[in-house]
């Protein structure tokens, strides 16, 4: 979401949860990353500490007290997963309501420099050879890696899909449920430079000219059609209804699709220098003092950003 899917709707948006701190009241907060789920949103400060909040039916927003410092963070539906700075994967929550075996990390995939949590499976790019590692569920093909794929430097786990840019050629190979046309990866894409799979969606920005691609057939919020004035894009993020991408001229956030699920970015954000798409709900690092501004779908306190943090 970083997966950011809302497969189980009804379910997230009847239950309210809290957010666990990581770090003490009082801890410095600049942040170095923001990632969304489902219905849940993380960070990392600078002190490389985890917090989450929202969504916490199934623990995925309580950190491990035994976590330590991490590198990376990538929520889930019900669960999370974390880089930590030995580069080893941790991951928890997901055990009693979702449990498709997303927790339990392979006992071979040893050190990883990236990891994407989908709605309920999990991918890693080992650091030893960049290949991509995928666990959980795979109903639907979404942790089956093609054997053709080699090397990547990039995976992104969406809902029951996957996508990858290989290190070879930096096309995107897409994988996994193929209903709405998520893995049939436009033939005329090119080469790019980020790739961005959400959950009937996926997006990427080309390398030749920075300028945002969108595919898949479901676009009943317009949240596939690229704004023409949009221009080039440093990242792209797509959610369950709504895309949002950072402008490159401006470093603004422009979005598109349904507006009360992230779709429409507040007036007073400024320029950022990160974004992360929810399952209805999008969040943003702002350049001045790294605070985090999050919007759309509030139904479970994902938008509630800890007050240290904002």
Not at 106 to 127: R, W
Not at 129 to 150: F, R
Not at 228 to 251: F, H, M, N, P
Not at 258 to 280: D, E, H, Y
Request: with cysteine; proline share 3%; glycine share 12%.
């Amino acid at each position: 979401m970083n997966s950011r899917m809302s497969t189980r709707a009804g379910l997230l948006a009847t239950v309210c949860s809290l957010f666990i701190l990581a770090a003490p009241a009082g801890a410095q907060a600049a942040e170095s990353q923001i990632a969304s789920g489902a219905s849940n949103a993380c960070a990392i400060n600078s002190n490389s500490l985890a917090t989450c909040w929202g969504f916490n039916l199934d623990g995925g927003s309580t950190i491990p007290t035994d976590l330590g410092t991490v590198k990376q963070i990538s929520p889930g539906a019900f669960h999370t997963c974390a880089l930590t700075t030995s580069d080893q994967v941790r991951c928890w929550g997901g055990e009693m309501y979702d449990n498709q075996g997303q927790v339990n990390v392979p006992a071979g995939l040893g050190s990883a420099k990236q990891i994407s949590s989908g709605a309920a499976h999990v991918c890693a790019i080992k650091t030893s050879n960049s290949t991509v590692v995928c666990w959980g569920a795979n109903d639907s093909g979404q942790s089956t890696v093609p054997g053709t794929l080699g090397a990547a430097k990039q995976v992104e786990a969406g809902n029951k899909f996957t996508c990858a840019i290989k290190t070879s050629d930096s096309k995107v190979v897409c994988w996994g449920i193929k209903d709405y046309g998520q893995t049939t990866v436009p033939s005329s894409l090119g080469t790019v430079k980020q790739v961005n799979a959400g959950e009937r969606n996926a997006c990427a920005i080309k390398t030749s000219d920075s300028k945002v691609v969108c595919w898949g057939t479901y676009n009943a919020f317009g949240q596939r059609t690229v704004p023409s004035s949009l221009g080039a894009a440093s990242k792209v993020e797509s959610g369950g209804i709504a895309t949002c991408a950072i402008k490159t001229s401006t470093k603004k956030v422009v979005c598109w699709g349904k507006n009360n699920a992230g779709g429409s970015a507040p007036s007073t954000l400024g320029s950022v220098t990160q974004l992360s798409a929810g399952g209805s709900f999008m969040c943003a690092m702002k350049t001045t003092g790294n605070k985090i501004a999050c919007w759309g779908n509030n139904s479970s306190g994902q938008t509630t950003v800890p007050s240290n943090f904002r």
